[in-house]
């Protein structure tokens, strides 16, 4: 079996729990209107690549990782691979690697053969990085493209089976940047028992060249980032000093 890859990273220190080599899938069903990857959207432009040379390439890491590291895999939407994800993580555990899944949700079922394999998945990942990207229906299908109800319900499934999840939120000034939204993701939070952390991910528009490059609009090019007050407002709202146990 193959995957199709984006890139590799072969040491990153934000995308989960130590120093972490991150492998970035090709592919991805939202379309985030502040996505700063849309060169991950397509699958097919990706390199394919067995589990065996991903795991390989991780392995050549591992000196750099301490107790904690380990493999991240990111997008694009690494879910969307879900039989290849299954085989890279099961021989990743074999070797006593730490896992991890950056992840929107949007290819999420409760239904058929895909939650089976899903299932098996969890047993075989230790920590998941979710976004919430926005916590209102309406404003998530105009902001992504795509319904954000099966994505509620994976963070509910999670919390059901003690998975840890660390969530991450992006601030975007007009869109997500609102105390009625931030209040209403709040009370969402508090919901959860497996919360680990809670970050803010303040918008930038460095991307914007790759959508140029790409030949696509980019809707957000006049939206600036927001305010260090904002920012700060935000983190307040959502209580993120509150969830540290990452750090346990």
């Known amino acids: 079996m193959q995957g199709y890859i984006h890139q590799l990273e072969s040491f990153g220190s934000v995308d ?43 392995l050549s890491c591992k000196a750099y ?15 969307m691979q879900l039989d290849f994800l299954l085989e890279l993580f099961t021989k990743a555990k074999e070797k006593g690697v730490n896992t991890c899944i950056d992840t929107a949700g949007g ?3 409760k ?22 990207k926005h916590i209102d229906e309406e404003e998530h299908i105009k902001l992504t493209g795509r319904t954000g109800k099966n994505i509620i319900e994976m963070f509910r499934y999670l ?5 840890p999840i660390w969530i991450r939120h992006v601030l975007v000034p007009g869109i997500t940047d609102n105390d009625e939204y931030l209040l209403r993701t709040r ?16 918008y930038h528009g460095l991307g914007a060249m790759k959508y140029k490059d790409l030949g696509i609009d980019y809707v957000l090019k ?26 346990k």
Request: aromatic share 10%; with cysteine; proline share 5%.
């Open 222 to 247: 006049d939206t600036e980032s927001p305010s260090a007050e904002r920012v700060a407002n935000a983190k307040k709202i959502l209580e993120c000093e509150k969830y540290d146990g990452w750090k």
């Open 107 to 109: 290819p999420f079922t």
């Open 159 to 163: 919390d059901e089976i003690k998975k």
């Open 65 to 79: 990782w301490g107790a904690k590291g380990g493999i991240t895999v990111s997008g694009g939407e690494p879910l």
């Open 16 to 58: 989960g729990p130590g120093v972490r080599f991150i492998i970035f899938f090709s592919g991805c069903p939202l379309r985030c209107k502040y996505c700063h990857n849309p060169d991950t959207w397509d699958m097919a432009k990706g390199k394919l690549y067995t589990a065996d040379e991903l795991l390989n390439e991780a």
């Open 187 to 202: 009370d969402f939070i508090r919901t959860l028992s497996n919360v680990q952390r809670v970050e803010i991910l303040p």
């Open 111 to 132: 239904e058929g053969e895909w939650f089976e394999k899903f299932k098996k998945l969890m047993e075989v990942t230790d920590i998941l990085l979710m976004d919430i």
